[in-house]
């Protein structure tokens, strides 16, 4: 490991490899735990970086998980954690451009795809020099639609894609979803505590279903006396608040 990693627990026996360029949020924490995978679900997570979705499924029982990533020094440093933790038989990781994974992965096999995407659209916000922060950040290798497309290329008929973005994005992401045959089923807002204005919603699409979309309660992650809310608690699960 070098100078700029370290380890993250995860769980009572996971331990996942981080750095300064691969890390993770609380966005990707509250996207693991609103996908929730079933028992036995085929599970892929795009853009995957460090591999924390795959890492909770993990914990938390998931048999196995497919983890696509585009940037070679993140998948090496997954490798990593796989050999780290003896996943080899339940985690596979797959360095590919997202829009190009015909031929590499089968085509409706999978029961759940999640993504934690880019939350600017290119041409907006502060476009940093760093190649990792921008991919992760912007639109520079992957629309929304790309995504969309990619993911119900990936999905069985009733298959769910969740994704979680800013707020200002919702009508863009339903709309995307919609196009790429992926309807809107679930939505939950977040906010750092109740009156404050949502700063991510979390949303389910399952391809080829009707359409009709339930509206969660919101997710408020502080409490009223300003500490952790007992439902991140509960989201947090074995990783240390």
């Known amino acids: 490991m070098s100078e700029k990693e370290h380890t993250e627990q995860i769980g009572k026996s996971l331990r996942l490899i981080v750095s300064d360029r691969h890390t993770f949020g609380t966005d990707a924490l509250l996207l693991a735990s609103f996908s929730a995978p079933r028992p036995r679900d085929a599970l892929c997570d795009l853009g995957t970086g460090c591999g924390i979705i795959p890492f909770c499924w993990l914990r938390d029982g998931a048999d196995h998980v497919t983890a696509v990533e585009l940037q070679e020094d993140a998948c090496d440093m997954l490798r990593r954690s796989v050999g780290l933790n003896g996943l080899g038989d339940r985690l596979t990781v797959l360095n590919a451009d997202i829009r190009c994974l015909k031929g590499l992965l089968p085509a409706n096999a999978f029961d759940l795809v999640t993504m934690n995407p880019p939350y600017f659209p290119a041409g907006t916000g502060k476009v940093s020099t760093a190649d990792n922060a921008r991919i992760a950040r912007h639109e520079t290798a992957l629309t929304l639609e790309e995504l969309f497309t990619a993911a119900a290329g990936l999905l069985k008929f ?84």
């Open 158 to 241: 009733g298959g769910r894609m969740c994704v979680c973005l800013r707020p200002e994005r919702l009508a863009e992401c339903i709309v995307g979803m919609r196009a790429a045959k992926l309807e809107p089923k679930r939505l939950r807002f977040v906010a750092q505590r109740e009156g404050a204005a949502p700063w991510l919603f979390l949303l389910e699409g399952k391809r080829g279903r009707n359409p009709g979309m339930t509206v969660e309660p919101e997710l408020h992650l502080e409490a009223p006396d300003g500490s952790p809310a007992p439902e991140l608690k509960a989201i947090y699960g074995e990783y240390a608040l």
